[in-house]
């Protein structure tokens, strides 16, 4: 196991279009994180999976996005009619039941609105 | 609102001294601590974390110390190697939440030889 990945490295897309994202958690991690980063600022939370369901969502994520986690395993994240706003570092991270807080983040996709 | 505050955007310190990146935080009611490191085109990535019944914690050249009083933490980096330079943050758990982290802006440490 190679860690979090996350696909595609870096995303392109004007305004208007949808994206989606996908991220292969560590395989033996039954929780999963997706975070947003802006220029200059931390991550943010955006959303959290145990297993299969989506256990919270933070106020940022607007009805726009949408994330999935299907089997428990891989997690896809989807913005819908995107804006020069959500131009931003997407961060996916991984944990077990045994390490709450000790993620493990994927590289982030980069997504660039233009 | 910014309940991780970490006020110094940048630190350059000569490789073999130590580096001291500060935090604050306004939630007295954060129990955790923890610090994470970011390499550039890579995620952050756990460094070392504190809770809040200690004053301190310590894992080989890294070094967390808590001060509930002031609220304010400190990581220790002794000595500092030119391979440390990366961007430092500060997290604590989310209040309410299961388990969500709230993350300073961070701090960009330079180690130069």
């Known amino acids: 196991d190679t860690g979090v990945s996350q696909d595609p490295r870096h995303k392109i897309t004007k305004r208007g279009q949808n994206v989606t994202f996908r991220c292969d958690p560590i395989?033996?991690?039954?929780?999963l994180y997706w975070y947003r980063q802006t220029l200059g600022q931390g991550p943010e939370f955006l959303t959290y999976?145990?297993?299969?369901?989506?256990?919270?969502k933070s106020r940022l994520l607007s009805d726009r996005f949408s994330a999935e986690r299907p089997k428990g395993s891989f997690s896809t994240l989807e913005i819908q009619r995107t804006e020069q706003g959500d131009s931003a570092m997407y961060l996916c991270?991984?944990?077990?039941?045994?390490?709450?807080?000790?993620?493990?983040f994927g590289s982030g996709t980069r997504l660039t609105v233009v | 609102d910014q309940q991780v505050k970490q006020n110094s955007p940048s630190l350059s310190v000569q490789e073999g001294r130590i580096s001291i990146l500060n935090c604050d935080y306004t939630?007295?009611?954060?129990?955790?601590f923890l610090w994470y490191k970011k390499y550039p085109a890579e995620g952050p990535t756990f460094l070392i974390s504190?809770?809040?019944?200690?004053d301190k914690n310590e894992d080989g050249r890294f070094t967390v110390f808590l001060n509930k009083s002031a609220k304010h933490l400190s990581l220790h980096i002794v000595p500092s190697q030119p391979g440390d330079s990366a961007v430092y943050f500060c997290?604590?758990?989310?209040?309410?939440?299961?388990?969500?982290?709230?993350f300073g802006k961070g701090t960009s440490l330079l180690v130069t030889p």
């Open positions: 991270a991984s944990s077990s039941s045994g390490t709450v807080y000790g993620y493990t």
């Open positions: 395989s033996e991690h039954n929780r």
């Open positions: 999976f145990q297993n299969e369901a989506q256990l919270e």
């Open positions: 939630n007295s009611m954060f129990d955790y």
């Open positions: 504190i809770s809040s019944i200690k």
């Open positions: 997290a604590a758990p989310i209040t309410n939440s299961g388990y969500a982290l709230n």
